[in-house]
């Protein structure tokens, strides 16, 4: 069972993903609205896998990304972003981040986006 921290400052992405994982696998463990929670939420819980929008107030997600990395390696990283920028993802992809989904996404994109996550 994985642990999972979703990261977005949109309230509707949040519980789009709250309602659409697979609870099977991952096991929610904690929601921020944005990178500066995110780091400190992720002291408290340790989840091993997070969702992570790009685009957010206080701290974004590449300086989020970064931040994170930098406290777990391992740490599994699904970018979730309207962004259609692709230079940001792969920046993302550079600091650690190992997924990339744009939004709007749906339910299975969003399953089997994680799934590709956890596989060795």
Do not use: H, W
């Amino acid at each position: 069972m994985y642990k999972l921290m979703i990261v977005d400052d949109s309230n509707i992405i949040r519980n789009k993903i709250q309602r659409d994982f697979n609870a099977v696998q991952f096991e929610l463990v904690a929601v921020a609205k944005n990178g500066r929670e995110a780091v400190d939420l992720f002291e408290l819980y340790r989840p091993n896998v997070i969702t992570m929008d790009l685009t957010m107030p206080e701290m974004d997600g590449l300086e989020c990304i970064k931040n994170l990395i930098a406290r777990d390696p391992d740490v599994r990283i699904l970018v979730i972003s309207a962004l259609s920028d692709k230079a940001t993802g792969i920046k993302a992809l550079k600091l650690g981040a190992q997924g990339f989904l744009c939004k709007p996404f749906s339910n299975e994109q969003l399953v089997e986006a994680l799934n590709e996550l956890v596989q060795d």
